[in-house]
């Protein structure tokens, strides 16, 4: 179970990395 939460750690903060990057990028274009 430890494994897998770790997993699930890590694929959200990735996703949370991306979507801010993403955000943050958008805001410099404009």
Do not use: E
């Not at 179970?1 to 990028?25: D, E, G, H």
């Amino acid at each position: 179970m430890k494994i897998n939460f770790l997993r699930v750690l890590s694929v959200l903060a990735k996703t949370i990395t991306n979507a801010t990057k993403k955000i943050n990028f958008s805001g410099d274009d404009k």
